[in-house]
């Protein structure tokens, strides 16, 4: 390895820093073999070529935190390595020599330098970048004194305009929008404009769909939520669905009451099902004629819920198994329905309780529980979930919203005060399939604690739309 800086240059180097910084990193490299304290004054020379940039660099919110920490304590050489450290990954010609740069991030190549100036060990991805490093010394110099050449003179509207833009945008965004800036993509006024754009909604770049468990996008959202407009047609509606096996086109059937009673009586308390095998969905108008269009949404997502279902798209075997199952708690349901028509008085006969109530047991094991009926109603919450918080971010004020949201996240975490009337409007509790499945899978805690799980995640997703849309 190249020594690049002589003892006493080092020697120099560490002299500037504070004494208890100077001490503590002195006495972890000491232990060092000769070849790493080469390594370290070669990277520590990089990081004093650009103690000049920090402020520039930290304005960014690169290397932020751990590069202000080092600043402060008067380490301003390590200061200035982790800062350059930090933006290498936002330099391509850097990353094209040096892809661990990419694969560590801004964060892995902070910690880098934080470790190289403490003397810990690294790993072998690590050392493989700080020989590159040291071999690419130069075309590292030259490239991010221009990125500081760039950034320099914007400083302080970086500084004004981005923390409004990360809040509303998000993170990955402001880090996508800095790298097309420092690469030449896109040029300084479009970089500033963009910043500038968080200062009002942007409800177009909004997406309000599931991003946990089984996911539809925004366009099988509007696909399927146009069957809703035709349920009244006798024309059969076409669904085109990506799946993990590849795409699917699902045909949407609608038939009456008395087409289910006589060739599917077995289903005939059922609003709608899903034939997998034969890409099929079927909405029984009988059973759907007096619910509202909120209802047969989740009805609809329910059911294409088990066409993307992976378990049954891949095994026969399973879907039988399942189907078996099912058919035998629909009965039991089936039943169970019969029994509570049934004028038991004008028979002379007591109402069988206890027959209903085991018939009931029987269907929600079988049916309800049935491991595909949870995916699908899991399905069917989550995307209700996204679908409230649309609908509701144009009648309630933000501030609303947000407080649901983090009452979901709360609620999640354990805290039983957090259920609130907010939470319940976005959740879509005031619906019965919402309503019903959150109740029942109480009696699954481990299932149940999964849903919440999925449900918290979603509401950090849904925060960051409705700053957005809002």
Request: proline content about 4%.
């Amino acid at each position: 390895m190249k020594i690049i800086i002589s003892e006493s240059q080092y020697k120099l180097i560490i002299e500037q820093r504070s004494d208890a910084a100077m001490d503590a990193q002195a006495k972890a490299i000491s232990s060092l073999p000769s070849e790493y304290k080469h390594a370290l004054m070669t990277i520590l020379g990089i990081g004093s070529a650009f103690i000049p940039f920090i402020g520039p660099f930290i304005s960014t919110g690169i290397g932020l935190a751990e590069a202000s920490m080092y600043y402060s304590e008067g380490d301003k050489k390590t200061a200035g390595m982790v800062a350059a450290f930090s933006m290498l990954p936002f330099v391509g010609s850097i990353v094209s020599k040096i892809p661990g740069v990419e694969q560590l991030g801004t964060k892995g190549m902070a910690l880098l330098a934080s470790k190289l100036s403490k003397g810990q060990k690294l790993t072998q991805l690590e050392s493989e970048i700080v020989n590159s490093i040291n071999k690419f010394k130069q075309l590292i110099n030259s490239e991010l004194t221009k990125v500081s050449s760039k950034i320099s003179p914007i400083t302080k509207e970086i500084q004004s305009l981005k923390p409004a833009y990360i809040e509303r945008f998000g993170r990955n965004k402001y880090d996508e929008l800095l790298r097309e800036y420092i690469s030449g993509t896109s040029d300084k006024n479009y970089f500033l404009q963009s910043l500038n754009s968080a200062k009002k909604a942007s409800p177009n770049l909004a997406s309000f769909v599931t991003r946990f468990g089984i996911k539809f996008s925004k366009n099988e959202i509007d696909q399927i939520r146009k069957v809703i407009d035709n349920i009244g047609s006798d024309v059969i509606d076409i669904v085109k669905l990506e799946t993990k096996n590849g795409p699917r086109t699902i045909r949407v059937r609608k038939v009456d009451g008395d087409w289910v009673a006589k060739n599917r009586p077995d289903l005939t308390n059922s609003a709608g099902w899903a034939q997998s095998e034969d890409n099929l969905v079927v909405i029984n108008r009988g059973a759907t004629q007096h619910m509202n269009n909120k209802s047969i949404d989740d009805l609809l997502i329910h059911e294409f819920g088990h066409i993307k279902d992976p378990s049954i798209i891949k095994s026969p075997v399973y879907r039988k198994l399942y189907n078996t199952k099912a058919s035998q708690g629909i009965e039991s349901l089936k039943k169970v329905a019969d029994y509570e028509k049934t004028d038991w008085g004008a028979l002379g006969l007591s109402k069988p309780v206890g027959d209903i109530a085991d018939l009931k047991k029987v269907g929600t094991k079988n049916y309800i529980l049935n491991p595909n009926e949870i995916i699908a109603n899991n399905t069917m919450t989550l995307q209700s979930f996204a679908t409230q918080t649309e609908r509701l971010s144009k009648l309630l004020p933000k501030k609303d919203i947000l407080k649901g949201l983090d009452d979901i996240i709360n609620h999640a975490k354990g805290n039983p005060n957090a259920w609130s009337r907010e939470a319940e409007m976005l959740l879509g509790y005031d619906y019965p399939f919402i309503k019903d499945h959150l109740e029942t899978l109480v009696s699954k805690p481990s299932e149940y604690k999964k849903l919440w799980v999925k449900l918290a995640q979603q509401s950090e997703y849904l925060k960051s739309q409705i700053k957005l849309t809002m």
